[in-house]
């Protein structure tokens, strides 16, 4: 056959293709294939040669197959398909076509190239692109809910502060005050996954932490998982951010419930372990010293051995499209390390997986003194202008700051900021700005516009994102303070007097 003739007097040519080079006729009957189709494919030429491409074609089949051979146009096409190799492995494939015409007869010279490679990046790309987008939404929300519990909070401790509560009303106002609390405390979670939440790390309790996200972890599981906190020490002492520290139980439990379909144990365990030269084999990244270890055991179907390596790598993911971001167990490592920590996982397939984070352990610190109420942390006579575009916000902070004997001006934005300070005298001592406002004129150019008329003017700037939100600005070497929403009476008392007495945080 001349075609076999020609293709034999090419085959070096055929050969020195890094694209895997398959010939076929109208019918889709293989003629001719190079090593790199065969590679491509997992099958031996001879055996290629007696094939279809039906046969490993996924995209189309049948008479949709043979028509769309059929109708691509002389000059040729390129398009892309997915390929069934011999392993059963599914792969995304470019195929470059053209007719050539053969002692009369037309066959389909295709060159196919592997982009499965390609295609997970691109589809990374767009659930990053997600992600982004999910966590920019995420932000906004938790800046504008921000603004909505400071208000709530202040007014709530003014409340208080008159100390002429009935009997019958001070349990429901404490609750109200504690879900408030509580709702701060989830604003923090939605800016942690926005990432615009700062590490603000504390002494904790690692059992009480993990207790306190354990009962929304069995929520979130559902029915057909337990959740089990085992204390293997009564008390073990951590120094850490507790928001981050939710976020890894929240993203291992995740992974835990998507390994076990029908239902499972998940298993949380502390213990204390000390590290000396005498048992840091096994443990690759251990250290000298003592430190808190949290094992977390599921009953799921375990991971298998070719993909453990890589479980912590950013976008690395085993599950569907649309159901996992690869981000998981990335974000896990990050946090674990970012704490001076590491993490070990042991898995067996069928038979679960536990991962162990172990952190530095501290010793048990006393909690620091309460202020005993708003007025013993003590007040001023300077001048305050306050400016915040929340009218709750900014009614109740200068009513707070009035009844500690300070001077206070308020405007709603940057543009009465400056016409207030045009015409009120004596100069002010302290700016304290929402930093997102509208009219143009945010904190930062507000402070920085009336610090260079007033050098020695002290500055504050409070927002409900947190202080990472300013992506670069040298917020604190200008010398401003920053005032993360929501806040309590104390905390803006505190940080107003220390600011004021050149003792800022």
């Known amino acids: 056959m001349k075609l076999v003739e020609e293709s034999r007097k090419n085959e070096a040519l055929l050969q020195t293709s890094l694209d895997g080079i398959h010939i076929f006729d109208m019918q889709g009957n293989v003629q001719q294939v190079n090593d790199a189709f065969c590679r491509h494919l997992g099958y031996s030429r001879q055996e290629l040669l007696t094939m279809n491409v039906s046969q490993w074609e996924v995209q189309r089949t049948g008479a949709d197959l043979l028509e769309h051979i059929r109708g691509i146009p002389p000059k040729g096409e390129v398009f892309e398909t997915r390929h069934r190799r011999r392993d059963g492995l599914i792969v995304d494939v470019e195929i470059s076509a053209t007719w050539v015409e053969i002692d009369g007869k037309r066959f389909m010279y295709a060159s196919a190239r592997d982009i499965t490679a390609r295609k997970v990046l691109e589809e990374q790309l767009r659930q990053a692109q997600k992600l982004e987008a999910v966590g920019r939404l995420a932000g906004g929300v938790a800046h504008d809910f921000n603004n909505i519990l400071t208000g709530m909070l202040l007014n709530l401790e003014m409340i208080e502060l008159e100390q002429q509560l009935p009997d019958d009303v001070l349990q429901p106002f404490r609750d109200l005050k504690a879900m408030a609390r509580r709702a701060a405390g989830i604003t923090e979670q939605l ?104 094992s977390v055991t599921d009953t799921g179907t375990g991971i298998a051995d070719d993909v453990l390596p890589h479980i912590f790598e950013p976008f690395y993911t085993t599950k569907e499209v649309g159901k996992g971001t690869g981000l998981g167990l990335a974000t896990v490592d990050g946090i674990i390390h970012q704490h001076k920590g590491w993490v070990e996982v042991e898995s067996q397939v069928g038979r679960g997986t536990t991962f162990r984070l172990y952190l530095p352990a501290v010793e048990r610190q006393a909690p620091a003194a309460q202020p005993g109420g708003l007025l013993s942390i003590g007040g001023g006579k300077e001048r305050i202008l306050l400016v915040e575009d929340e009218e709750t916000v900014r009614t109740v902070a200068a009513a707070i700051l009035r009844r500690l004997g300070y001077e206070v001006h308020v405007a709603a934005d940057g543009n009465a900021a400056m016409e207030l300070w045009s015409r009120v005298t004596p100069p002010f001592d302290l700016l304290l700005t929402d930093m997102v406002m509208p009219g143009g004129i945010g904190g930062l150019e507000l402070a920085s516009r009336l610090r260079a008329l007033r050098p020695e003017l002290e500055v504050v700037i409070m927002s409900g994102y947190n202080e990472q939100i300013l992506e670069g600005q040298t917020l604190r070497d200008a010398g401003f303070s920053f005032l993360s929403k929501p806040f309590e009476t104390s905390i803006l008392a505190s940080i107003i007097r220390q600011v004021l007495d050149g003792a800022a945080p």
């Not at 599981?221 to 951010?241: A, F, M, N, Q, Y």
């Open 191 to 294: 800016l942690l996954f926005a990432r615009r939440h700062n590490m603000h790390t504390e002494v904790l309790e690692l059992n009480g932490v993990l207790e306190s996200v354990l009962k929304m972890i069995a929520r979130l599981l559902g029915e057909h998982i337990s959740v089990r906190l085992v204390r293997g020490t009564p008390e073990i002492w951590v120094k850490g951010d507790s928001g981050m520290l939710d976020q890894v139980v929240m993203n291992i439990s995740i992974n835990a419930r998507d390994s076990m379909p029908g239902g499972g144990e998940l298993r949380f365990e502390t213990s204390s372990v000390n590290f000396d030269a005498s048992n840091l084999q096994g443990h690759p990244e251990a250290r000298p010293g003592r430190f808190a270890c949290v």
